[in-house]
Each structure stands twice: as C-alpha cells, then as structure tokens.
C-alpha cells in the first residue's frame, strides 16, 4: 500500500546559473555613416542578438 500522506512536491529550485540570468549588452552607437562601418555594425549587432536570444531560450528552458 501507499503512504497515509502524499508528500508535496518541493518548490525550491536549483540557482540558475549566472549566464542565463545576466542581461543582454547594451549596442554601442555607430562610429560613422559608412557603408563599411554600417555593415560591420550590423554583423556585430547580428551576432549580439543570437548570443542573448540563445541564453534568453536556456533561461526559459531552465524555469519550465
């Protein structure tokens, strides 16, 4: 037979770690209206965006 009492489920969780719960970077302005700095930019701000929205999909993987 079973337990005369259900135990209820803990709702303590583990620390997230701290790469999940930093916030993203802010966007540095850009240096000048060149075509090459605007395309530099934009890769910069390509690869900032992938690398927050990748630790933002670990954070809500983490607290589901």
Avoid: F, M, N
């Avoid at 700095?37 to 390509?46: D, F, M, N, T």
């Amino acid at each position: 037979t079973g337990c005369a009492t259900p135990t209820p489920p803990s709702s303590e969780r583990a620390p997230l770690p701290p790469s999940l719960t930093s916030p993203c970077p802010p966007l540095e302005p850009l240096a000048d209206g060149s075509g090459a700095s605007v395309l530099r930019k934009i890769i910069e701000i390509a690869e900032q965006y992938y690398e927050c929205a990748r630790r933002h999909e670990g954070l809500v993987e983490a607290v589901k």
